[in-house]
C-alpha cells in the first residue's frame, strides 16, 4: 500500500512542551515535504529534502522549529517550545524526482495540532 | 505579494456546467503546475499536472497553462456535486520547491 503515513494524527499538547511529528514517505521517493496549514495562509511550506539532505527550511521559525531525515523511511518535525500560534494541520508529502523536474508529490494524512 | 495566487471564493456552479478555477503566478522560472484537492477535513490529492504551454485533458478535467501570461486554470465539465471541495494550484521552480496558492473553494449545487 504505496502512501505517506504520519503519526500521530491529533495531538494536543500544553504550551511550553516539545512535540514531535513523523512521517513515513512512499518507498522509493527521494523528495520529502512539510507544510503546515491553517484557514488564514493555507498550505505553508516549512521544509523540505532531497536524498535525505535539507534543501530549503526558509518557512521554519528556526528558533524552534527543526525537521530532520534520520533515514530515508522517516522524517520528522519537530517544535520546541510550543506556542498556541503553533496550532494547525502538518503535513508531509513525498514525491520522486527524477532527472527532470516535475515532483508530483502525496500527501499523508496530517498530524492536527492544538496548542493550549 | 504571494508566489502563487488564487482566488478563494467560493464559485458556485450548478450540476452539470463547466466550473472554472484560475491561478495566477508570480515566478518566471517556475516550470510546473499541478492541481490538487482538499476535501474538508482531509489531505490534498493530485487530479492533474501540467509542464507545457497548451491544455491537457484527463476525464472530466482540462488543466491550462499559458507561461507567457503567468496563469494556469483548471476547468471541470459536467459538475457533479462530489466534486465540491477546495482546488489548490501548485507551482514548482528550478529548486524543485513546491508552493500552494491559498486555494478556491467550489461549490457544486443540485
Known amino acids: 500500500d504505496a502512501r505517506v503515513t504520519q503519526t500521530p494524527r491529533h495531538k494536543v499538547t500544553e504550551m511550553g512542551q516539545e512535540v514531535t511529528m513523523r512521517c513515513q514517505p512512499i518507498?522509493?521517493?527521494?523528495?520529502v515535504f512539510w507544510y503546515r496549514q491553517t484557514m488564514m495562509q493555507g498550505l505553508e511550506l516549512l521544509a523540505y529534502f532531497r536524498n535525505r539532505a535539507p534543501l530549503d527550511d526558509s518557512g521554519m521559525p528556526k528558533d524552534r522549529f527543526s525537521a530532520e531525515m534520520p533515514d530515508a523511511t522517516l522524517a520528522t518535525l519537530k517544535i520546541q517550545p510550543s506556542e498556541p500560534r503553533d496550532s494547525a494541520v502538518y503535513f508531509c508529502?513525498?514525491?520522486?524526482?527524477?532527472?527532470?523536474?516535475?515532483?508530483?508529490?502525496?500527501f499523508g494524512q496530517g498530524t492536527r495540532l492544538t496548542v493550549v | 505579494q504571494k508566489e502563487v495566487e488564487q482566488n478563494s471564493g467560493p464559485l458556485s456552479v450548478p450540476e452539470g456546467a463547466i466550473a472554472s478555477l484560475n491561478c495566477t503566478y508570480s515566478?518566471?522560472?517556475?516550470?510546473?503546475f499541478f492541481w490538487y484537492r482538499q476535501y474538508s477535513g482531509k489531505s490534498p490529492e493530485l487530479i492533474m499536472s501540467?509542464?507545457?504551454?497548451g491544455d491537457k485533458e484527463d476525464g472530466r478535467f482540462t488543466a491550462q497553462l499559458n507561461k507567457a501570461s503567468q496563469y494556469v486554470s483548471l476547468l471541470i465539465r459536467d459538475s457533479q456535486p462530489s466534486d465540491s471541495a477546495t482546488y489548490l494550484c501548485?507551482?514548482?521552480?528550478?529548486?524543485?520547491?513546491?508552493?500552494f496558492g491559498t486555494g478556491t473553494r467550489l461549490q457544486v449545487f443540485p
Open positions: 501548485a507551482g514548482e521552480g528550478w529548486t524543485d520547491k513546491l508552493i
Open positions: 508529502a513525498s514525491g520522486e524526482i527524477p532527472d527532470s523536474l516535475n515532483t508530483e508529490a502525496f
Open positions: 501540467i509542464y507545457s504551454n
Open positions: 518507498l522509493g521517493h527521494n523528495t
Open positions: 515566478d518566471r522560472g517556475s516550470q510546473s
